[in-house]
């Protein structure tokens, strides 16, 4: 077994079995029974979902307030366009060449769908195709910044000692 | 934390994403096309369960309502985010072929 | 607050009565799809402050409902691709290019 499918088995290990400890929470019986139900989940994803690119968790700490300001700051600002009796749009597609595989893609469509204005439509080859709200607000660089991030958090090459 | 500002937290937290449901409903009733009204059903709905969430876990009693909040709190961004790539997809597909 | 609660409750489905009108009108297929996501988020509101008010046994239900919407919504997706098992990305689309019935 690789490091890198060891790694992910452990790191999935943990998630997993929190979850399990907060489903089973005040019941005994359930948590004892999480000692099958945790380990089968690890190997149903890990032959699902092979390890290829580890995470890099300590990366992913430092993203998420930035994800969560950046969430309220989309849905604020569709709120804003909802109600605003003139209705702010410019809709508009951007096309924008990626280097990422196919996981951070679906990972970075995801995330854009929830930042302000953007909204990912799948890709068309190596392109992201992005759907943006309005056009006149610089909607590129927001997501290369984006993608930058994404890229950041996983790491290509399997991880050394 | 005492009793009655745990519960004017909520109040407020949950008021705010009342609010944001309703922007996700206006703006799926006024914009005009259907990508635009996906911004507004992904975005402001998953910003509304949010703070509905926010709000009602100021009324736990212990840890694990609090952390089976948070569960449903993080299902619902990771599925809103893929939801929303898939249907804009289907969309787009569909107005392909049109 | 208990009165508070039930005036939001109301509210989101209000909220979700409004928006089922769209998925009534369409006109995409894709407004109908917004339908699985819609009653997703909105019931998983409801349930989160119906657990609030009534003992917290309805939490349970609400995670369990976050689990099932997400796959409701991408059975709903899958279901329209055009062999009805697809992923929307086998045919793919771009918005600007033009095409010409390769399907």
């Given amino acids: 077994m690789s490091r890198v499918t060891m790694k992910a088995m452990i790191h999935r290990t943990v998630v997993f079995a ?3 400890a907060v489903l089973s929470a005040g019941d005994p019986a359930g948590q004892v029974l999480g000692l099958i139900v945790v ?9 699902l979902l092979p390890a290829r690119n580890p995470l890099k968790l300590w990366r992913l700490t430092g993203h998420t307030p930035r994800f969560l300001v950046g969430s309220v700051a989309g849905g604020v600002d569709v709120a804003r366009r909802a109600f605003a009796p003139s209705m702010p749009l410019n809709p508009g597609w951007l096309r924008v060449p990626m280097q990422l595989g196919d996981g951070a893609r679906v990972a970075l469509g995801a995330e854009l769908s929830l930042m302000p204005g953007t909204l990912a439509a799948g890709s068309d080859g190596s392109v ?16 290369e910044a984006q993608a930058a991030e994404i890229a950041a958090l996983t790491d290509p090459a399997p991880e050394g000692p | 934390m005492p009793e009655g500002l745990a519960d004017i937290a909520t109040i407020v937290l949950t008021g705010i994403g009342l609010v944001f449901f309703l922007a996700g409903t206006v703006g799926l009733i006024r914009f005009p ?9 992904t975005k402001a709905d998953n910003l509304g369960l949010g703070f509905i969430v926010l709000g009602a876990g100021f009324q736990a009693d212990d840890w694990t309502q609090l952390a089976k909040l948070g569960l449903i709190w993080a299902l619902a961004l990771l599925a809103a985010g893929t939801v929303a790539q898939l249907v804009a997809r289907a969309a787009l597909r569909q107005e392909g072929r049109e | 607050m208990t009165f508070w609660l039930h005036l939001i409750i109301l509210g989101l489905l209000g909220s979700l009565a409004g928006a089922l009108w769209r998925v009534w009108v369409g ?77």
């Fill in chain 1, 39 to 47: 380990p089968a989940t690890v190997w149903l994803s890990v032959a």
């Fill in chain 2, 33 to 41: 096309d259907v990508f635009s009204r996906l911004h507004a059903l």
């Fill in chain 1, 128 to 143: 992201l195709l992005v759907h943006v709200l309005d056009l006149d607000a610089e909607p590129g660089r927001a997501v």
């Fill in chain 3, 27 to 103: 006109p995409a297929q894709a407004d109908r799809m917004m339908a699985a996501q819609l009653i997703g988020t909105t019931g998983i509101g409801v349930l989160v402050l119906l657990a609030v008010l009534q003992d917290w046994a309805a939490l349970t239900v609400a995670l369990a409902l976050a689990l099932l919407a997400a796959m409701a919504a991408i059975g709903f997706v899958k279901a329209a691709s055009s062999d009805g098992a697809g992923d929307p990305e086998e045919c793919a689309p771009g918005p600007t290019d033009a095409r010409d019935g390769q399907r």
């Fill in chain 1, 18 to 20: 929190l979850i399990w």
